[in-house]
């Protein structure tokens, strides 16, 4: 697994770090901690690389000593990569990244993600109103157009329950153990809830896959709860759920009916209402 982690200096980014280290530590992941600096520099900036570098070590001190997956970077200087970019660059059993990156952030990000292949893009947001970098619109685009699943999160704070919407999409395996994560991480209750579309072609497709999930995670010692609901209140529940737990939206697939549905302003939306995180699978 990679895990694409996405960094400033602020404190909603030191805020993630310890959710990001626990999944970096259950999932046995190569990881990049990535940060954007806006100006073109001979260096990395100072406070950047410093605070990376920091996280690092705060990642590192989950494991124990020789058991950990990750090479020492006592010996790893920063090296300039092509479009004026650094990276420090290190592995063991596993490979942890630090890279800093000039230009855009949203489109940085992004872009990170698709060359390393990210299969994660964990990132934080102030709150209420999630900017990343003083900018509104970062955490959006990083949600709406990563190529892979994203954890956003705004508040570390204790969650007691995971609401996982789904649709008739194909659900991933991928998917289905990153929910099993974040169950896992905050010992939490799950919600499994269908969204019948009106007039659908694959009549009770949705109750098969909420079955098939539903028998998944009780497998893994999970007690998960469905729901089904009709396409025309799902954006009221969504929205209400959000106040209450991790929102987890599988929107994976050209033909996901909630990735049409869960337009630009609606994601707006929930990034701005929900407390805590909201987990946007693919």
Not at 12 to 41: C, F, H, M, W
Not at 166 to 177: A, G, I, K, N, R
Not at 187 to 214: F, P, Q, R
Not at 222 to 231: D, E, F, Q, T
């Amino acid at each position: 697994m990679k895990i694409l982690i996405a960094l400033d200096t602020q404190e909603y980014s030191r805020a993630i770090i310890p959710t990001a280290a626990q999944l970096t530590k259950n999932t046995l992941a190569d990881i990049v901690l990535l940060g954007i600096q806006e100006k073109t520099t001979d260096t990395p900036d100072k406070a950047l690389s410093e605070a990376l570098e920091q996280y690092r070590k705060d990642i590192f001190g989950e494991f124990d000593g020789d058991t950990s997956l990750y090479s020492d970077f006592s010996d790893v200087s920063w090296q300039r990569t092509e479009g004026d970019g650094w990276q420090r660059s290190a592995r063991k059993l596993k490979t942890c990244s630090l890279t800093i990156r000039t230009g855009g952030a949203a489109k940085q990000i992004i872009a990170v993600a698709e060359e390393i292949g990210s299969d994660l893009v964990i990132i934080g947001g102030s709150r209420p109103d999630c900017e990343w970098q003083g900018e509104l619109n970062v955490p959006l685009r990083v949600a709406e157009e990563a190529p892979c699943t994203v954890l956003l999160i705004k508040e570390n704070k204790n969650i007691d329950k995971i609401i996982s919407i789904l649709d008739q999409s194909v659900v991933s395996q991928d998917s289905m153990e990153m929910v099993n994560q974040l169950v896992t991480l905050h010992d939490a209750g799950l919600k499994i809830v269908g969204v019948k579309e009106k007039k659908s072609h694959k009549e009770g497709a949705i109750e098969k896959t909420m079955v098939e999930l539903m028998k998944y995670y009780n497998d893994r010692k999970i007690n998960a709860w469905v729901k089904l609901l009709n396409s025309e209140k799902v954006q009221e529940y969504v929205t209400a759920s959000s106040q209450e737990g991790i929102v987890a939206l599988w929107m994976g697939g050209k033909q996901s009916f909630l990735k049409k549905m869960f337009s630009r302003s609606m994601v707006d939306k929930l990034l701005e209402t929900t407390r805590s995180s909201l987990l946007i699978l693919r």
